[in-house]
């Protein structure tokens, strides 16, 4: 079974001054995680809500203001280096010049109804009564 590694006797103290600036810790902080200093853990941590177990986590750490902001309350981010993140033009693949460029809706749904797509946008909807032959039935 592996065990955390335990406090130096300077993160003792640190915890001892915070608990004894609580209120909680009497005396002078000593550096040594003794029955004085697990007493006065258990009576903090029951008073905010935390499990009593008199030993240090996160929460309690938090609470003594001490810990990180962010220890134990979301998923560690990953760190991407910036020279290997995305932006949004990167995932835009280049257009070949050479190409034909997409068809526009005009000419997409003309395709699905199976007509030919004009070359000139609105020809179809700028053609004259004129240009009708009369003898042809319409749809």
């Known amino acids: 079974m592996h065990l955390p590694a335990a406090p130096s006797p300077d993160r003792i103290s640190e915890i001892q001054s915070a608990l004894a600036h609580s209120?909680?810790?009497?005396?002078?902080?000593?550096?040594?995680?003794?029955?004085?200093?697990?007493?006065?853990?258990?009576?903090?941590?029951?008073?905010?809500?935390?499990?009593?177990?008199?030993?240090?986590?996160?929460p309690t750490l938090q609470k003594l203001g001490l810990g990180s902001d962010i220890a134990g309350v979301s998923a560690p981010k990953p760190v991407v280096p910036k020279c290997c993140s995305t932006s949004p033009s990167a995932t835009i693949p280049p257009t070949d010049k050479g190409s034909t460029p997409p068809p526009s809706s005009v000419e997409a749904s003309a395709?699905?109804?199976?007509?030919?797509?004009?070359?000139?946008?609105?020809?179809?909807a700028s053609a004259s009564e004129s240009d009708v032959d009369p003898k042809t039935p319409q749809h």
């Open 111 to 124: 395709a699905a109804r199976g007509a030919a797509p004009s070359t000139t946008a609105g020809a179809a």
């Open 23 to 58: 209120g909680y810790y009497k005396g002078e902080p000593n550096g040594k995680w003794d029955s004085d200093t697990v007493a006065a853990m258990q009576k903090f941590q029951s008073a905010n809500g935390l499990d009593s177990t008199g030993k240090l986590d996160a």
